[in-house]
């Protein structure tokens, strides 16, 4: 019987990348793997047809000479090895890069497990971070300031050290893994490994627990923390502190804390970045005839603003360097002062005269109101009047 193209066997397009071809390999691998099918002959057959495939294609010389010549490249002994396509030392290479991943969950672990921190070799788990949500206003983050923040998490067990055993009694070594946390057992072809399941994956065996913890090596309590927050920070910052989270299991290191800082809105400025906005209302007279205001600034004084005579509604004028700190760094943002010009309510009798009277008198004085009216007229007059 003709053999089947090997990118078919593995479903992939031909020229596939290493990617493509080792995902496409551990799902098949998965699906066809004798322990999963209970001793199949066709399912045998497929497994060994897809490992050959593999095999072929996952070394690019094989690869490149499979893509120039197909199966006649390794025929007659070109590729083929003692052993049989399949199983011999080519399945084993194959499979041991990715046999790890495909069947690590069933085993305990693995390298995930591993990279993780797991709890093989001595039942210490690291314990996990912890997230503090922190509110400051505008001016505590221009000054910087140490806030104590009240933290509920686990610490270590002050009557068994952290060993989660009895005081005078230490945990002892799993006699079922001899420590290594995990048990291997053959299966088929494979050496298949599990977590112990006498001691949970841990190692360690603790024969009288500490009453204190039950055996965890850790309780719950609250601490009072110092948080140094430096000037410029900004909504939304984390701060860690470095082996302040909850405490690790049996031993295990500490967990980290972040402190995570949100704003409360100021009562003047809006921020953007390091820069500061601020609208201030000015009076018809000054915006016409021009003066100079007073304004508060985020460091509690005030800055003088000269209005020139003129001045329009929602002007800007800046201030440099009067805006918040940069993090870290020794430069300021800039405080914007946005002028908003009042329209007078409440006018007594004389006021409401002069407005009539200054109204009446108002000849070139308002140039884009002319300009706007101006061009109203000819849009009507545009339609007819």
Known sequence: M????????????????????KTAYRNLAKKLHPDANHGSTETDAKFKELNEAYDILKDPQKKAAYDRFGH????????????????GPEFNSSMSDIFEDLFGDMMGGGRGAKARGG?????AQRGNDLRYNLEINLTEAFTGKTATVRVPSSV??????GSGAKPGTQPTTCRTCNGAGAVRSQSGLFTVERACSTCAGRGQVIADPCGACGGQGRVTKERNLNVTIPPGVEDGTRIRLAGEGEAGLRG??????YIFLSMRPHEFFQRDGADLFCKVPISMATASLGGEIEVPTIDGKKARVTIPEGTQNGKQFRLKSKGMPVLRSSQSGDMYIQVSVETPVNLSRRQRELMQEFDKEARNNSPESEGFFAKAKAFWDAFGG
Do not use: H
Request: proline share 4%.
């Open 72 to 87: 006649q490249a390794f025929e007659n002994g070109g590729g083929q090895r003692p052993g049989g396509a399949g199983f």
């Open 156 to 161: 270590s067990c002050d009557t068994c050290k």
């Open 119 to 123: 709890a093989r070799g001595g039942g």
């Open 252 to 257: 295990g290191p500490t967990g980290d804390l």
């Open 2 to 21: 003709a053999k089947r193209d090997f990118y078919e066997v593995l479903g992939v397009q031909k020229g596939a990348d290493e990617k493509a071809l």
